[in-house]
T-cell receptor, first 111, second 111 residues
């Protein structure tokens, strides 16, 4: 089945220790998104790629970076995680207007 | 400034009855609206959508209504089933741009 896969599902890191979350897709979609979702809040878009074109949201902290080496893979790098970065991180893809397909998410814990 | 709002964080409904989930928006440029459903430990999954040129879209037990003058949309589920228990997010976009999500409403359908 075509899908969006996120690894790991749960990630624990220490305050200030860099962490990388990964996302892969078999849908061959040209757009990939990273969202941050904290409890009882709306998913918040961090950035997205349209093919190789990177689009950063204005309020995404510099601490968050992303890489998309090819159509299938996209990575979220958090350079120096703080306690406030603990959240669920959702990857999504889109091949046509508006409808997005989400992965299961990675829950990040920062100790 | 929250452009998409779901004012009810939770809703409890008896099995077999109608569930009505509400969503309000402020941006009159939004022209496409979606509902997503999210189970615990899973990513959101697309449920149903509606374009601003319509006022109703139906898919099986799910119907979305759009009232543009009131900037309000609602999702009706009838009859409600215990498997419908989940968090429901509404989302909106304008001209194929990014999705703006509401905070979600947790629906509980009691047997």
């Amino acid at each position: 089945d075509a899908m969006v896969i996120q690894n790991p599902r749960y990630q624990v890191t220490q305050f200030g220790k860099p962490v990388t979350l990964s996302c892969s897709q078999t849908l061959n979609h040209n757009v990939m998104y990273w969202y941050q979702q904290k409890s009882s809040q709306a998913p918040k878009l961090l950035f997205h790629y349209y093919d190789k074109d990177f689009n950063n949201e204005a309020d995404t902290p510099d601490n968050f970076q992303s890489r998309r080496p090819n159509t299938s893979f996209c990575f979220l790098d958090i350079r120096s995680p703080g306690l406030g970065d603990a959240a669920m991180y959702l990857c999504a893809t889109s091949g046509r207007r508006d409808e997005q397909f989400f992965g299961p998410g990675t829950r990040l814990t920062v100790l | 400034d929250q452009q998409v709002k779901q004012n009810s964080p939770s809703l409890s409904v008896q099995e077999g009855r109608i569930s009505i989930l509400n969503c309000d928006y402020t941006n009159s440029m939004f022209d496409y609206f979606l509902w997503y459903k999210k189970y615990p430990a899973e990513g959101p999954t697309f449920l149903i959508s509606i374009s601003s040129i319509k006022d109703k879209n139906e898919d099986g037990r799910f119907t979305v209504f759009l009232n543009k003058s009131a900037k309000h949309l609602s999702l009706h589920i009838v009859p409600s089933q215990p498997g419908d228990s989940a968090v429901y997010f509404c989302a909106a976009s304008s001209q194929g741009g990014k999705l703006i999500f509401g905070q979600g409403t947790e629906l509980s359908v009691k047997p």
